[in-house]
């Protein structure tokens, strides 16, 4: 069976309004994450420490971009 490496709350999970979108991706001693409120995160892979966080967002005229 598969284990996880790797754990940290990292922000709002999927829920009624919300929805995580995007899974978590290690690259370079880093993890990337995105939460339900659209907030990408980045902490090292060996301690956790945080490196960095933004919130995404989309303008109305956008969402053609992406299907929607």
Same mark, same amino acid.
């Given at each position: 069976?598969?284990? *996880?490496?790797? =754990? =940290? *709350?990292?922000? !709002?999970?999927? *829920?009624?309004?919300?929805?995580?979108?995007? /899974? /978590?991706? +290690?690259?370079?001693? =880093?993890? $990337?994450?995105?939460?339900?409120?659209? =907030?990408?995160?980045? $902490? !090292?892979?060996?301690?956790? +420490? /945080?490196?960095?966080?933004? !919130?995404?967002?989309?303008?109305? !005229?956008?969402?053609?971009?992406?299907?929607?």
């Amino acid at each position: 069976t598969l284990s *996880g490496a790797w =754990r =940290r *709350g990292v922000g !709002e999970g999927s *829920g009624r309004k919300t929805h995580v979108t995007a /899974p /978590p991706v +290690a690259a370079n001693g =880093r993890v $990337f994450v995105m939460d339900g409120d659209g =907030r990408v995160s980045a $902490f !090292e892979k060996h301690d956790h +420490a /945080p490196v960095l966080g933004f !919130e995404v967002t989309l303008k109305l !005229e956008q969402l053609h971009l992406i299907g929607l």
